[in-house]
Each structure stands twice: as C-alpha cells, then as structure tokens.
C-alpha cells in the first residue's frame, strides 16, 4: 500500500468519522450534538460568530478563488 | 458545558419572524427567483480563472453581503441550544482536529504526490466548471445556514 493510498484513506476516514457524528446526533439516541446545534451553540457570542464566518469566507477563498 | 454569559441575542427586524415562519413551498416563485440567481451567480463564479480579480470578487461579494445580513439585518434565527453535552461535543472536537492533523501533516511536506494535502486532492474534482458551480451553490446555501444559526 502506498503512502498516497494511506493518506487517502485517512482522510476519507475521518470525512466518514464527522458523516457518522451527525448521523449519531440526529438519531437522538446520543448525548452527540448535530453540527448545526455546536455551530449554533459556539455563534451566540458575537466573536464565535464572527469566527465561524470568517472560516466559511476563507474556505469559498481557498477552493474557489485560488 | 454551560451557557456562555456574554451570549448575545441579535436584532430582528419587524415581520421577519412572520415571515420566517412561511413554509419553503409558500412562495414557490419567490424562491424560484433566488435558487436560479444563486445557480446563475454559482455558473459565473465558476467560469473565472484561478487567482483572478473576478474570482476574488465572486468570493468576498457573498462574503460581505452575509456579514450584512448577519449583523444588519438578521433573520429570525434557529434558536441555538442553551448548553451542549460536553462528551459529545468532543467527539467532534477530537475528529475535526484529526482532519487539521492530517491536513497539516501533508501540507508540512510541501504536499508532493505521494502524501497529499486535502486541498490537492479536492482541487482536480472541482476542475469541470459544472462540479465547481454546484460546489460553490452548496457554498452559498451553507454559508445562508450559518445566518440562520
């Protein structure tokens, strides 16, 4: 196996990981949050809010302008 | 994890909470309207080269027309939960920063062929102009979600 591969497939296991979290937290038979309920809960102050923004603009700069 | 004290409750503009409270199909040829413009402005952005100033201005005009809304002019929002389970909101705390440990591993090697980053990997899929619109549509709509936050 390759390192390419490798490194690969950890990155698919963890977008699978994250893919799994949100399907554990809308399933309510857990504690886990779904990604909208900690995004929300990290943007009631105005500064997380301002954080999360400005990673949303940075990642549209990042695939799409660049 | 309890509640954040200098947690802020923004504004909101009369009748937006009526409004807000519409179903989506109520006013199908409004949302018409906006899902087309947002798929026209998707198709253009998408169709700038790389590095140029159109690119640049596709990405920063949304950019600020959200940081508008979201301070200005905020809609009725989702009302966020009042404390999280801190387990659980660890799971996602240990799996974002493996994918930010894997990224930056990558990048550290200069992200040669034979240990990618995910930005090199990602870049030659969102090379058709067709896929690239349709990423920065889902772009649009998360970043429209994160308002609504």
Same mark, same amino acid.
């Given at each position: 196996?390759?390192?390419? =591969?490798? =490194?690969?497939? @950890?990155?698919?296991?963890?977008?699978?990981?994250?893919?799994?979290?949100?399907?554990?937290?809308?399933?309510?038979? =857990?504690?886990?949050? =779904?990604?909208?309920?900690?995004? @929300?809960?990290?943007?009631?102050?105005?500064?997380?809010?301002?954080?999360?923004?400005? @990673?949303?603009?940075?990642? @549209?700069?990042?695939?799409?302008?660049? | 994890? /309890?509640?954040?004290? %200098?947690?802020?409750?923004?504004?909101?503009?009369?009748?937006?909470?009526?409004?807000?409270?519409?179903?989506?199909?109520?006013?199908?040829?409004?949302?018409?309207?906006?899902?087309?413009?947002?798929?026209?402005?998707?198709?253009?952005?998408?169709? /700038?080269?790389?590095? %140029?100033?159109?690119?640049?201005?596709?990405?920063?005009?949304?950019?600020?027309?959200?940081?508008?809304?979201?301070?200005?002019?905020?809609?009725?929002?989702?009302?966020?939960?009042?404390?999280?389970?801190?387990?659980?909101?660890?799971?996602?705390?240990?799996?974002?920063?493996?994918?930010?440990?894997?990224?930056?591993?990558?990048?550290?090697?200069?992200?040669?062929?034979? &240990?990618?980053?995910?930005?090199?990997?990602?870049?030659?899929?969102?090379?058709? &102009?067709?896929?690239?619109?349709?990423?920065?549509?889902?772009?649009?709509?998360?970043?429209?979600?994160?308002?609504?936050?």
């Amino acid at each position: 196996m390759s390192t390419r =591969t490798i =490194t690969i497939a @950890g990155f698919l296991a963890v977008i699978g990981a994250l893919v799994v979290l949100e399907l554990m937290g809308r399933s309510r038979r =857990t504690r886990i949050p =779904t990604v909208g309920e900690w995004l @929300g809960y990290v943007m009631r102050p105005a500064a997380g809010r301002a954080i999360i923004l400005l @990673g949303w603009l940075w990642l @549209g700069w990042h695939y799409f302008a660049r | 994890m /309890t509640e954040n004290s %200098s947690a802020e409750t923004a504004p909101r503009r009369p009748g937006a909470a009526a409004e807000s409270r519409l179903p989506l199909g109520a006013r199908p040829a409004r949302n018409a309207v906006i899902g087309a413009g947002l798929i026209a402005y998707a198709w253009i952005v998408g169709g /700038t080269a790389p590095f %140029s100033m159109k690119a640049l201005a596709g990405v920063v005009l949304p950019g600020a027309v959200l940081g508008v809304i979201a301070y200005a002019r905020p809609p009725e929002r989702i009302p966020a939960p009042e404390s999280l389970d801190l387990a659980g909101f660890s799971y996602w705390m240990i799996a974002i920063a493996l994918l930010f440990e894997w990224e930056a591993a990558a990048v550290r090697d200069g992200s040669p062929p034979w &240990h990618p980053s995910l930005t090199n990997l990602i870049d030659p899929l969102l090379g058709p &102009h067709p896929v690239k619109s349709a990423a920065i549509v889902i772009w649009l709509l998360s970043g429209w979600a994160l308002v609504r936050r």
